[in-house]
Every structure is written in structure tokens, then in C-alpha cells.
């Protein structure tokens, strides 16, 4: 089969910021059928016109004029099983980029992109990956990145990452409000009761508090690795 992954990451600065007010970063993906693709997209700007809701789709951006609306969008995900959701969270005050990155907090970052996306690639499938776009210092991560995927899953094969505005393409978007959402609540830095409302009904869907996951869960699934290495 043909999938498609799209990308976005929360608090990325934390691997070089010297006062870090929080812990975790995260990346995270939303993975679909190609084929389900134009469905999907149909369906978010169906539920942009019911909501008259035409801004960026953001973690940052929920607000309570908005709030029926990305209420409407995680239904949307929940209820949809050709959209499956997977977050990668990282401690970074356990990174040491040192020792394992060169210290190249750069590097470490797509370290963690490789991580997020390599361990839910599956054999005999093809993959576009897209990331939002963002300046890098080396302008070669991303056909890094792309090797490193494609010798590391040989019976599948990665047929491109590549950056895209993320204003511009609903499905980054969507991986922006699930993974702010994740990373806001492991990090406790929810103080809006609009956001703690989109939280709850998150959990509500998941039946349970968001929480870390084995590799298996594959709606919603949490990579909360453990860079001290230990079970």
C-alpha cells in the first residue's frame, strides 16, 4: 500500500535553550492511505465551512470562539480509521548531544524524527513523509533523513520527505493539534480551560488519560522513549 505521513514538532528550541522552562519536545505524524487523502482533506474544509473557521489549524490557535470547531476535528480523527496519530516525546534534559549527536542539537533533532517514523514503517509499503518546513543550518537533513529511512527498511521503500508550509497543508496541521495537546499535558503547561476542554475530550475518545503507549497502539499512539536506556 501507499501511505503518506505528515509532520509537525513542539518546542524543537529545547535542545539548545539554556533555560528551559519545560521538559518534554515532540514531535509527532498523522499517517494515512494515499488514497484516503482527498477524503480527509474534503471532510476538515466541510467542517471549516460549517464552523466558518478558515485559520491556520494549531495547537497554539484553540480558543473558545473556536472551540466547537476542533472539538469537531479530534471527532473527525477518532472517528475515522484511516487517519492513525504517533508522537515521539523527549526529555531534554536527558539529551546529551555530546556523547550521542555530535553536539549537534540539529542532528539530534532528526535523530528523533528517524525514531518517530523508522519503528512504524511496515514491510512491503510505500511512504511519502512530509515534515513542515523549517531552516536548518545543513541543508542536506532531509535527503539524510531519507536515506537513513530507506537502508533501514529495505523490504519498503521511502519515495520522498519533503518540506511543506504547514499553513498550506491541513494534515500538518492536524499533527500540530495532537501533538500540542500531547506535549502540553505531559509537560503541564495547560493553563487554558479551552485547552484543558479539547484535553478532556481527547481522553474521553481515548477512555482513559493520555499516557505513554506500547509500540502496538495504532490510533493513537505515544513514544515516550527512555534515553537512560533500562526497560
Known sequence: ????????????????????VVPYLSI??????????????????????AHNIWGELKWNKVSRNAIDFYKAIIEMFFNNDDIRFRTIL??????????????????????????????????????RIFLDQKTNRL???????????????????????????????????????LTGAVNSFFNQSVVSDVKKDLINTIETRLNHEIRPTWKSEEKFNIFKIQLQGGW
Open 90 to 127: 523527549v526529555d531534554s534534559n536527558k539529551v546529551d548531544l555530546f556523547h550521542f549527536h555530535e553536539n549537534d542539537a540539529e542532528l539530534g533533532f532528526y535523530k528523533f524524527y528517524y525514531q518517530l517514523i523508522h519503528h512504524w514503517i511496515l514491510d512491503f509499503n510505500q511512504y
Open 139 to 177: 541543508p542536506n537533513r532531509l535527503s539524510i533523513l531519507h536515506k537513513a529511512l530507506n537502508y533501514s527498511n529495505l523490504s519498503s521503500k521511502i519515495n520522498s520527505v519533503q518540506a511543506l508550509q504547514s499553513k498550506e497543508v491541513n494534515l500538518i496541521q492536524l499533527a500540530d493539534l
Open 28 to 49: 509527532g505524524g498523522v499517517w494515512i492511505p494515499a488514497q484516503a487523502r482527498q477524503e480527509i482533506k474534503n471532510t476538515i474544509q466541510d467542517l471549516r465551512s
Open 1 to 20: 500500500m501507499n501511505f503518506e505521513i505528515y509532520c509537525d514538532e513542539c518546542r524543537p528550541e529545547l535542545f539548545t535553550s539554556r533555560k528551559k
